[in-house]
Nanobody
Framework: EVQLVESGGGSVQSGGSLRLSCTASGYKGMPYCMGWFRQSPGKEREGVAI???????NYADSVWGRFTLSQDNAKNTLYLQMNSLQPEDTAVYYCATRVWGACSASWRAGGGMHYWGQGTQVTVSS
């Protein structure tokens, strides 16, 4: 069974940084697609950043230039470095993966992923 375990959330002040980690287990090889998503109270889940099996990344417009994806294949871990955090970044952040097929065109709306982690809270105060 595929499992995703997130860590690294917390509380920071505006302008601060956090790094989220997502360690995957339960499948062989690299997933076809993996990424980070977030959901704030009263809002729909949205895609933050995504990476495909070829290493190509894509980001939501709202985080472009502030957030960076990276991965450690040996550790089956995906990282999200978040800099210049703002109060509007406050949300529960989820790691998700798609184990077959390319990243969905609907990833920005949180679509097309097969497995999800439990989420980690990120709170940014002004």
């Amino acid at each position: 069974e595929v499992q995703l375990v997130e860590s690294g959330g917390g509380s920071v002040q505006s302008g601060g940084s956090l790094r989220l980690s997502c360690t995957a287990s339960g499948y062989k090889g690299m997933p076809y697609c993996m990424g980070w998503f977030r959901q704030s109270p009263g809002k729909e889940r949205e895609g933050v950043a995504i990476i495909n099996s070829g290493g190509d990344t894509n980001y939501a417009d709202s985080v472009w230039g502030r957030f960076t994806l990276s991965q450690d294949n040996a550790k089956n871990t995906l990282y999200l470095q978040m800099n210049s955090l703002q109060p509007e970044d406050t949300a529960v952040y989820y790691c998700a993966t798609r184990v077959w097929g390319a990243c969905s065109a609907s990833w920005r709306a949180g679509g097309g992923m097969h497995y999800w982690g439990q989420g980690t809270q990120v709170t940014v105060s002004s």
